[in-house]
């Protein structure tokens, strides 16, 4: 049974902007601290933001800041990941992630996640 489901990916030039979206069941989403990761070939996971279950928190890792931003719908159990000014080297698989036990402490840290989506691919081309 599929939990999370990301969409939103595609091909898009540099400098442009793309928004994903991960849609979750409610009971994950109401229960869990959620989180955007990704990964290009040949390298780690690598986080990105998440934010708390409440949405009170937000966390991004710091090459991120100021070009992506986490948000929650929470009559839609879904979370967003808005990229702007994208780079070729931000081409890579994106997955959404929910955990239940998520502190401020390891929220950067992927096997402390529950639930992981299939990805969806962003491709920036130059």
């Known amino acids: 049974q599929v939990q999370l489901v990301e969409s939103g990916g595609g091909l898009v030039q540099a400098g442009g902007s793309l928004r994903l979206s991960c849609a979750a069941s409610g009971r994950i989403f109401s229960s869990s601290a959620m989180g955007w990761f990704r990964q290009a070939p040949g390298k780690e996971r690598e986080f990105l933001t998440a934010v708390s279950r409440s949405g009170r928190f937000t966390y991004y890792a710091d090459s991120m800041k100021g070009r992506f931003t986490i948000s929650k719908d929470n009559t839609k159990n879904t979370v967003y990941l808005q990229m702007n000014s994208l780079r070729p080297e931000d081409t890579a698989i994106y997955y959404c992630?929910?955990?239940?036990?998520?502190?401020?402490?390891?929220?950067?840290?992927?096997?402390?996640?529950?639930?992981w989506g299939r990805g969806t691919q962003v491709t920036v081309s130059s």
């Open positions: 992630a929910a955990g239940s036990a998520i502190t401020s402490h390891d929220y950067n840290v992927p096997r402390t996640y529950d639930y």
